[in-house]
């Protein structure tokens, strides 16, 4: 009985954290387009929505933060207004250098691409 139990128990914790990480914007009709960031310790989503408002998804240790805000893609530069706290690999002006989202204060460290990954992967 104990490991029935435990079985169980397992299951639920797995689909709760699965079902919890899925964003308010999950369907593409309203998504303009996505970015990542993978970490070896956490994962980050951001949905630029089509209305210029975006979500921002951190999971690390079983715990989720959401930043919301809104955005303003010119040309290969993204502006970015935050409602609540700030990103941090992210800036209020930011440069879409080879399919990744860098801040602008941070270009000169992302000259070389083997530290890209530590950015925004735009899909």
Do not use: V
């Not at 079902?19 to 999950?26: A, T, V």
């Not at 209305?51 to 970015?80: H, R, V």
């Amino acid at each position: 009985m104990k490991a029935e139990f435990k079985r169980i128990y397992t299951y639920t914790t797995i689909l709760i954290i699965l079902f919890s990480c899925k964003s308010k914007h999950s369907d593409d009709t309203f998504i303009e387009f996505k970015a990542i960031n993978e970490g070896t310790q956490n994962f980050s989503f951001i949905n630029f929505n089509k209305d210029n408002s975006f979500d921002l998804e951190t999971s690390s240790f079983f715990t989720t933060k959401i930043i919301n805000g809104n955005w303003l893609k010119i040309s290969d530069t993204i502006f970015i207004n935050f409602k609540n706290e700030k990103a941090y690999n992210l800036s209020d002006t930011n440069l879409i250098f080879k399919d990744y989202i860098i801040p602008i204060n941070q270009i000169h460290i992302a000259d070389s691409l083997h530290i890209l990954h530590k950015y925004y992967k735009i899909e």
